[in-house]
RNA sequence: GGGAUCGUCGUCUAGCUUGGUAUGAUACUAGUCUGGGGGACUAGUGGUCGCAGGUUCAAAUCCUGCCGGUCCCA
């Protein structure tokens, strides 16, 4: 391995792909597992999945959401009580057939999902409208067999996630659920990992199966492809039927529940990886990085030493003091060159650079990753290092919103599309609501709708394909 | 679903066509000098060639199957 090989060795620009994977490795996030289409976590990749998960989990406290958890294992019987829900995800279950030598008459399912098994519980949970509502949440794990182009926290077997379920007395309480949920989701992804996203329904077609309705929040990433970022669901009472979730009402009259579920998973690492990263690493955004400020001491001969450190410890306790996560770079092995760029792979937002001359000058020196700007910044003005991880969060998130802009399209022509499509990107177009139009769309371009934005309809347009009356004007993509 | 391609110390890699138990770099360990953008020198450690069979006196090399990675098309 050269010099060169130990950062990144393709551009962003030039191989796309090659570069998602090289970050993935190389900033030591996940690594391969043994076995197709699982990946394991890395300290450094974990953090990052810990600092989202407590965001979310503020959030969800505050509207009442608590934490729960359910078993892996699902029983087919289980599992296949809602029809359309259990074809729509067989192809991809695995199952679990034998205990030891021995066949399970019933076979197990390692959940895709859980509605089925959660709603088997809170079924026995509910019996009355003072227990309503229900608002739960799981940190786990899903799995759903992929065979083909696996990718590092895009799209593998396994996968962390959170499911949440909630059960409510009336339809217009659920429906305002899914979105506020919806609303918690955007929020977070656009101000902590500073990536927009673009919310509405999902179409017939693309939505959850089982659910009356889905909606998403869609992003669109630097090669054009769109990726799902989350969605929120509306089930109405299409799972508490079957799973008998039910409630005696005010009035004594026994009602079915109405239901929701949501998550998003670390997919959104992924995508935070894709947006913001560049061609010397990741980068991190302030609010959602697990090291907001590095330290770098700078000095040779010990009475340097005994010079620096005592000012970086200060500098330390400082920070800390108002709140930053900072950590000290005191590896005496490395050079300050290769912590430098070290730092910069793992794509914390602020390095502080320390040594002798910056102790002299009473400054020190602040390396920006986000656009790699150095500059000068006197031992009185340290606190103002609050404002600037603010500034560096903004900046971010107006960059990627000004590119998502770049690649976004309003387009009405359908020979137009097809040719536009090939580079990729978001394009707003005219649609009748017909299935067939849909499916000949995604066949003919690899384009499907990734998600219809609310209050698109109304339209006085024609149908991209058919030239009928639209009746929405959804955004298509290829999607990941 | 169809096709292509790859797999050799931790990492990257030579060797494979024309079989004879493996090359170099980097990393790692120790020491000395160094230290403001991936440091230098010296001395060491580390692989049986993805896995399983087969052919052969002999397999990283040839054959078959499997496992895993990557890419393209639907």
């Known amino acids: 391995m050269t010099k060169e090989d130990i950062g990144i060795t393709v551009s962003k620009k030039e191989d796309f792909s090659e570069w998602y994977t090289q970050i993935v490795l190389k900033a030591k996030l996940a690594d391969y597992a043994p076995v197709k289409g699982l990946i394991v976590l890395r300290p450094d990749g974990y953090s990052i999945w810990e600092s989202l998960t407590n965001t979310f989990d503020k959030k969800f406290a505050s509207n009442g959401i608590r934490n729960g958890f359910l078993p892996i294992l699902i029983p087919e019987s289980l599992l296949g009580k809602e029809q359309k829900h259990f074809a729509g995800f067989n192809p991809e279950v695995f199952w679990v057939t034998h205990s030891g030598d021995n066949e399970i008459g019933d076979r197990l399912a390692l959940r895709p999902t859980s509605e089925t098994l959660a709603y088997t519980m809170y079924s026995k949970w509910i019996q009355s409208w003072r227990d309503l509502p229900l608002k739960m949440n799981f940190w786990n794990s899903a799995l759903r067999a992929e065979i083909k182009g696996t990718k590092p926290f895009l799209r593998t077997s396994e996968f962390l996630w959170q499911e949440g379920h909630t059960v409510h007395a009336t339809r217009e309480e659920a429906e305002e659920e899914v979105m506020k949920i919806l609303e918690i989701y955007k ?118 030493r005994d010079m620096v450190l005592p000012k970086v410890e200060e500098i330390r306790e400082m920070l800390e003091s108002k709140g930053i996560r900072v950590h000290v770079d005191d590896r005496s092995e490395l050079s300050p060159g290769y912590k430098f760029n070290d730092w910069e792979l793992k794509g914390v937002p602020i390095r502080i650079e320390i040594g002798p001359k910056d102790v002299k000058k009473q400054s020190v020196v602040i390396a920006k990753r986000y656009n790699r700007e150095k500059s000068s910044l006197g031992f009185t003005e340290i606190e103002k290092i609050s404002t600037i991880l603010d500034e560096i969060q903004i900046a971010m998130l107006k960059t990627a919103r000004e590119q998502a802009n770049v690649n976004s399209y309003v387009i009405s022509d359908y020979n137009e599309f097809k040719s536009k499509i090939e580079k990729g990107g978001f394009f707003t177009a005219p649609w009748c609501g017909k299935l067939e139009c849909e499916e000949k769309i995604k066949e003919e371009t690899g384009a499907d709708i990734r998600v219809i934005p609310f209050g698109s309809g109304n339209t006085d347009e024609k149908c991209m394909y058919c030239q009928e009356q639209s009746i929405s004007v959804p955004i298509f993509a290829r999607g990941y």
């Open 187 to 304: 929020n977070t992804v656009e101000e902590e990992l500073a990536i927009p996203v673009t919310t509405g329904n999902k179409s017939e077609k693309e939505k959850f199966v089982g659910a009356v309705y889905t909606t998403t929040m869609e992003s669109i990433m630097p090669d054009g492809k769109a990726l799902q970022m989350g969605t929120s669901h509306f089930l109405g009472q299409n799972f508490s039927k079957p799973f008998e979730v039910k409630f005696a009402d005010k009035d004594n009259v026994e009602h079915f529940a109405w239901q929701t579920s949501w998550g998003v998973s670390w997919r959104l690492i992924g995508a935070m990886i894709m947006i913001h990263g560049d061609d010397q690493g990741l980068v991190l955004p302030p609010r959602i990085a697990p090291i907001q400020v590095v330290i770098v001491p700078i000095y040779k001969k010990g009475d340097d």
